[in-house]
Each structure stands twice: as structure tokens, then as C-alpha cells.
């Protein structure tokens, strides 16, 4: 019996190790089996990122500037030409937010460059300049083309406490198209006129020299300019064919250019807030479509003759009913 006993002790005890090992050996393989299917779930809830893709982009292989061949063959210029175009691409909230208003800003600016004699690329400009937003730069320039008030001045707009006209983009426009010829005539190419706009004639004239050259791509430049004409063309390249770019919209996504009548004044104007319900628009309204007033009345001592834009239509652009 004795013997009989320690048997079955020995056996049960030889069980338990055996379940035990048993144990030990299988619940590592259980909880990986069910990582495995808690991972594999996880990817099917996230689609959002296992939709979305990065690509690498082909630079054209040809492009132009205001109809100026720019160097592609180099590589250096396809390096930056890639660089622009991968930056300005992926950056989707902006991209889009530039077509939007592009379609509400471009047609006020492109009769003038036309007028003005200055080509069509030169929208773009504008655009790398301040988004085509009434911005204000740390150095204070100003507007939709990032005026100077120096340079305001010396092509006789008016700037002060009252009206900066900086802010308003016909005029601002026009003086940025002379500005841009004048440094055509200097320069020989559209291409530096556009570099020049950003670094001043003197700066990029220092650098030809500095440097024996005589061509915006050939020259060694610092970032901002360095980029500036790359920039102007990535946007060029991508709002002119934006949906090659992953850009998809449709015509009612896009802002659009609000119709305005002229309204003369040739007086002071005490309180914009009246003379707004004058015209059934308020303070908001008055302002949003005549930037360039910068106060909340006009001196006008001179008694100068200004044109104010007033909504046509009153029911789009008001709360009231």
C-alpha cells in the first residue's frame, strides 16, 4: 500500500508539472495571437492612414518664367525646382486656400498686369508674396504685394494715419507693375525683375557684380531670394493644373470677387459706421471691400476725391434681412 501510495503521489506530482509547463508554454503564444488580431483590427479602423499616400513628383521638363526658359538641365536648379514643388504641394490647407482666392482676386489683378505690360506670371508673385491676404511682413511691408512704405511713397500713394493705399489692390498692383519694369529695364529679364522685387535692385545688382554673372540661375543667393523665383513657379505649375497636384474641387468651393459700385467722396466722412447704413451696409462690410480706410473716419482736409466700393447687393453680405 505504502508503495502503492507513493506511485500515485508521484504521478500527480509529475501532472501538475506537466500542466504547469504546459501553461507557461502556451500563454505567451495566446496573448500574441490575440495582439495580432487587436493590431490587424486597429488597421482596418484606421483608414485614414492607411489610405493616404506620399508620392515623389516628376519636375516638368520644361518650364518657363514670363516666357523665360529656366535651366532644368542643371542640376541644382531641378533640386530647388523639386523642392518647391514637393513643399507646396503637400502643403494642402494652403494650396487650397490659394486657389480659392485666386479665383476671386486673380481677375481684379490681371487686367492691370496687362495694362501695365507686364506678364500674366506675375499674378503668382502676389501670391507667394502674401497669399494673396492684406498681410502685414515684421519689416511692415504691406498688402497683397508687401509694399514698403518708402517705396509707397516714392510711386505716390498715400500713406497715413487715415488711408494707406497700400492696402488697396488696384493701386497696389499698378505700383507693383512699375516697379517690376523699371527693374526689367535695369536687369534685361523678367526673372531678375522678379528677384529684385524681393531683394531691391541694389541687392541683386551687388550680387551680379560680386559674382560675374549676369543671370538670376547662375547666381549663389541667400534662402529667401534664393527660392523666390522657384516658388513663384511651383505655384504656377500647381494652380494651373492643380488636380495633377491631388487638388480636388469644384467651382462652388471657390471664393468669388463680390460686385461693387464706386461711390465719390470728396468731403471728410466723420463716422464710417453712419455712412455705411447710408448705403443699407455696416462697418464690416465697409471695410472688408475698402482696406485702405484705416480708420473709423476720414480727415480730408484737402478735400481729395476718393471712390469707396459698396456692395451691389446688400442681402449676400449682411445678416440683416
Do not use: C
Amino acid at each position: 500500500m505504502k508503495l502503492v501510495k507513493n506511485l500515485l503521489m508521484g504521478a500527480g506530482i509529475i501532472g501538475i508539472a506537466a500542466i504547469s509547463i504546459n501553461a507557461v508554454q502556451q500563454t505567451p503564444y495566446k496573448e500574441s495571437q490575440e495582439n495580432q488580431q487587436n493590431e490587424k483590427q486597429g488597421d482596418r479602423d484606421n483608414t485614414a492612414v492607411k489610405d493616404y499616400n506620399v508620392y515623389a513628383l516628376p519636375v516638368p521638363e520644361k518650364m518657363d518664367f514670363a516666357g523665360e526658359e529656366v535651366p532644368l538641365h542643371l542640376q541644382d536648379i531641378h533640386e530647388r525646382m523639386d523642392r518647391e514643388l514637393l513643399v507646396n504641394t503637400y502643403w494642402q490647407s494652403n494650396g487650397l486656400l490659394l486657389l480659392k482666392r485666386a479665383n476671386k482676386y486673380f481677375p481684379i489683378i490681371e487686367p492691370i498686369l496687362a495694362e501695365e505690360g507686364v506678364p500674366d506670371d506675375f499674378k503668382y508673385l502676389a501670391v507667394i508674396e502674401s497669399g494673396l491676404t492684406q498681410a502685414i511682413s515684421p519689416a511692415r511691408a504691406v498688402g497683397f504685394w508687401q509694399i514698403m512704405e518708402g517705396t509707397g511713397k516714392d510711386y505716390k500713394l498715400e500713406i497715413n494715419d487715415n488711408v494707406d493705399e497700400r492696402y488697396h489692390i488696384e493701386k497696389s498692383t499698378r505700383v507693383a507693375s512699375k516697379y517690376l519694369k523699371k527693374s526689367k529695364e535695369k536687369f534685361g529679364t523678367w526673372t531678375l525683375a522678379a528677384a529684385a522685387f524681393n531683394a531691391g535692385d541694389r541687392g541683386v545688382q551687388r550680387q551680379l557684380n560680386r559674382q560675374k554673372v549676369n543671370d538670376y540661375y547662375d547666381l549663389l543667393l541667400g534662402e529667401e531670394t534664393g527660392r523666390y523665383v522657384f516658388r513663384i513657379l511651383a505655384l504656377k505649375e500647381i494652380m494651373n493644373d492643380p488636380k495633377k497636384y491631388g487638388f480636388n474641387f469644384e467651382d462652388k468651393h471657390l471664393y468669388n470677387h463680390v460686385p461693387t459700385r464706386k461711390v465719390k467722396v470728396d468731403t471728410a466722412v466723420s463716422d464710417f459706421a453712419d455712412f455705411a447704413k447710408e448705403f443699407n451696409i455696416n462697418y464690416k462690410i465697409l471695410k472688408l471691400h475698402n482696406p485702405w480706410l484705416r480708420e473709423a473716419h476720414l480727415n480730408n482736409a484737402s478735400r481729395k476725391t476718393y471712390y469707396i466700393e459698396i456692395p451691389k447687393e446688400k442681402k449676400v453680405y449682411t445678416s440683416a434681412q
